[in-house]
């Protein structure tokens, strides 16, 4: 996802933290491991190795989000700011995912 940053003129960026909302489900009665992963500007900011866990329940479902400071890649006015959340299950079975992202930006004027 591509997000602008628009400011006004004459701000100075403070923070950002950069979110995404996770909704995942499992369409099997399988076990799932599942890793998560948010990159902002090609940086990894968060990587967790089997932070979410179903039992074999088809229709169980989790919404997973992850918060995390994104100060040092968001650095300009204008800038077109790319969020990726990536997941890697441990079986290859049917699992759906659906990834909202934010960005919150905090400045100063002056």
Request: without cysteine; negative net charge; aromatic residues 8%.
């Amino acid at each position: 996802k591509n997000i602008t940053l628009n400011i006004p003129d004459g701000a100075t960026i403070m923070s950002v933290i950069a979110m995404a909302r996770i909704n995942i489900m499992n369409d099997s009665a399988n076990a799932q491991k599942i890793d998560l992963r948010l990159d902002v500007e090609a940086v990894t900011l968060y990587d967790q190795s089997e932070i979410v866990g179903f039992g074999a329940v088809d229709g169980a479902s989790v919404v997973f989000v992850i918060a995390e400071d994104a100060t040092g890649e968001v650095t300009e006015n204008g800038q077109v700011v790319t969020l990726e959340a990536f997941e890697t299950l441990s079986a290859a079975q049917s699992v759906r995912f659906q990834a909202q992202y934010y960005l919150f930006t905090v400045y100063r004027m002056g």
